[in-house]
């Protein structure tokens, strides 16, 4: 927010500086300089010399490096942005699971198994990302990462896989292992909705 205010604010000062430069005071009777209250005000503030210039100029480029992540103002290394790659990756496939299980009134076996393969992506990509880096992001968001959406992808896609590939030969204690894991993932994953819509906007926006 700030970096824009500077940005857009640097920007505006240079061009009104600009065109106030190339429309001089017109001339009154008697050769003397005819100034209206605006020009005489536009005077005051932006003819403050090429230091003023200079300065506002060099807020400007800083502010524009800063927005768009460029050279030393850049905030994440190369590796750095790989993994944050695979956290907007990780929401992505959780995203599409979701949203291939909303659509479908009754999913068929073959929805559950792509919904399954996007939720175990979701997690590879998840786990390489390092907590201390999603702290960054904000304060809260490794703990709520690992707490919920991992263990939730952890406990979900354990026990999606085997409804998805269960035999009538499995002993019940198995298929109760199972229900209690898609219920454990179920629940974790939306305490994990719950949060993240709420601070979604605020963490993509960091990362861009």
């Not at 994440?76 to 659509?103: C, I, K, P």
């Not at 109760?176 to 939306?190: P, T």
Request: proline residues 3%; glycine residues 8%; contains cysteine.
């Amino acid at each position: 927010m700030i970096v824009d205010i500077v940005f857009y604010g640097s920007i505006a000062y240079l061009v009104a500086m600009m065109v106030w430069r190339f429309f001089p005071a017109g001339k009154a009777k008697g050769g003397r300089t005819r100034e209206s209250r605006v020009t005489a005000l536009a005077r005051r503030v932006l003819g403050r010399g090429w230091v003023v210039f200079g300065v506002v100029l060099f807020l400007a480029l800083a502010s524009c490096a800063i927005k768009y992540d460029l050279g030393p103002f850049n905030p994440w290394s190369d590796q750095e942005r790989t993994e944050l790659d695979h956290f907007v990756e990780a929401v992505n496939y959780y995203d599409e699971a979701t949203g291939l299980y909303l659509d479908k009134a009754k999913p068929s076996p073959e929805d559950w198994e792509s919904v399954s393969a996007m939720l175990q992506a979701a997690l590879a990509e998840g786990e390489q990302v390092r907590p201390e880096l999603l702290k960054r992001l904000h304060p809260e968001l490794d703990k709520q990462f690992s707490d919920l959406f991992l263990a939730g992808l952890h406990a979900g896609t354990y026990g999606l896989h085997f409804y998805t590939s269960r035999s009538k030969t499995d002993a019940d204690s198995v298929i109760q292992r199972a229900q209690d894991s898609l219920v454990m993932g179920r629940r974790l994953l939306g305490e994990w909705n719950n949060w993240f819509k709420t601070e979604r906007d605020q963490i993509l926006d960091e990362i861009e």
